[in-house]
């Protein structure tokens, strides 16, 4: 009788037949390979000298440099081999690096500043919308809130505006409160648009917490916050994080409202890799080195959120 | 129960009476805030936020939109000139023209990415050795920053030291420098669309995935015992059961790509002459470059009101899905 059933199953469309399963795997490996080919081709320009970087035809094979990285976190001035002759042996492998091209290293360049503000406006927002969003989502989740679901469009559709359009208002408004250029300013923003994705994604996770749990914790006389916070929170952690992570992503990929409302002070990495210039043009290996630097850790997140990813870019609306 | 999805519950708080026993309700007010206080508390934030940043400034811009305010020339004396600005974008055969090409761009974009979305999710749906790590390189692309994608895809488009008229070349025979992807008239077009395909049809093979996942065995193993071929039952299950969740990323499609701006401004800026300017692109233009702010206020309330409608369907359908 089990025999039998495993038998048939074996033999089902359902589990496909291993010349199916060969092919199907043969021609997603072929797109995964293609897909990957651009992020790798980036990841070697970063290791280019120079006249590698630009060569024609282009290089596959060529010997690795740090100059890229080097020309990436410096700013360096011309000279002529006379004076660098005179100067004082190079004191590091990097100035080494930089006198070979006779050039002296003037100072560092502004790729930290901007990393710093990255990290500062993306996790003040991430915060900000996770503390916002979570108790937004548990008010949602638990209590009856009159217009419920036309508050909830409301939240979403905040999300869909053109960010273009929605910088119109905000740069005249922010002109007026000062805070164009800042990075509050930057991190009010963020937390709007991240909000809406926050209170969706973690209204979601928090239906999926028994809300017997806090029942049992009010009637043994828990306040409701006690048992929101002893209770409630701890079983939503996962999403938490998950949700976390999505508005980190997004406050560090964007790009619109940085380049059209900040253009110092609290400029983030996306506007700044594309000016990242040497003498004549792109300085292409410390454009691909910025690059590099600045998705490895969405790489990371990505292989984290495996599991949220779908959740994540519907709003919470389908989960596995 | 792994392969399966589960779609979420409808609300709980649509439930009478759920969220509130009614006995212990009194006690709780001894020693704690009331259950209505503690929602508008929570909710109350979120509302404000959204209010100050995205409601106020529309209402400001709405305002905005009926003016001659020019910020490059802000010593005009302001004057409120109707509905003028509106009829000059309506009849303008510019702003036509952007809407076309826009129109063109959503179109041709989403439908490559279904294709080869659902293609790939069909694929990966055979769940071979080894489909999970794939996936996630697949997924790769659509998690990066847009504006730094359309970057480094003009290093690998240029005719010279780019690696893609290289490889094309290797494939087609046609020397790599006669062609420019991205300087092109007759290519550009194509080349935001194939970027951008590179970028999100995973997005579309994720939901599609979904959607197969969701159809349970048993259908399939019915149609066995019916004898319906394979191209039978892909049009007459696989198909019709994945539609909702084709329909969801569909509509998210083409609500981004149509306000896009961030992938397509770095990769041609709107070139070459204006083959590739999306709508986003030349609305930057009015109100950064030219600060036309009145004018482009205009223009920014005919978009919301186009996404607005267009995020309402895609509302709709999200629900549609979720109560599946």
New interface residues.
Partial sequence: MTTAATKSTAHSIVEASPRAKAFASGLVILYAVITILPLLWIVATAFKSQSDAIAYPPKVIFEPTLEGYVNLFTVRTRQTPDFIAKLPPPQTWYDKLVRQRDMVIAGPSKVVPRFVNSLIIGFGSTFLAVFLGTLAAYAFSRFRIPLADDLLFFILSTRMMPPVAVAIPIYLMYRQLNLTDTRLGMILLYTAVNVSLAVWLLKGFIDEIPREYEEAALVDGYTRLQALRKVVLPQAVTGIAATAIFCLIFSWNEYAFAVLLTSGEAQTMPPFIPFIIGEGGQDWPAVAAATTLFVVPIVMFTVLLRKHLLRGITFGAVRK | M?TM?????P????I?G??K?AK?RAA?RV???S??T??????A???A??L???I???I??IR?SFTNLNLSMSYLPLRFVGLDNFSDILNDEDVWLRLQTTAQFVISSVALQVVVGFG?AL??N???????F???????????????VG???T??LQP????FN?LISLFTGVP?SSFSMTGQVSLAPWTIVLVDT?MWA??VM??CL?GL?SIP?YI??A??VDRAS?WR?FWSITLPMTVP?LM?AVL?RA?EN??M??MVN?LTSGGPGSTTELV?IS??RA??EKWR?GY??A???I??VT??G???I??KT??K??QR
Avoid: C
């Fill in positions: 792994d999805t589960t779609i979420l519950q609300d709980h708080a649509t009478p759920v969220s026993p212990s709780r020693h704690g805030l259950d209505r503690i929602a508008w508390l929570f909710v934030p979120t509302i936020l959204l100050a940043i995205n106020f400034p529309l400001w811009m905005l790939l694929l990966i055979r769940q071979f050795r080894g489909h999970s794939w996936t996630t390189i697949i997924l790769l692309p659509m998690m990066l920053s847009p504006a730094v970057n480094f895809w290093l690998l010279q030291i780019g690696p290289h790599p590179w995973p997005y994720l939901i979904a996942r065995d399939y193993e149609a066995e394979a039952q969740f969801l998210f609500i149509f306000k701006f961030d770095l986003s609305l930057k109100a950064f702010t482009s206020s223009l920014a309330i978009l919301f996404v607005f267009a995020a309402n895609y509302v999200l629900n899905v979720k």
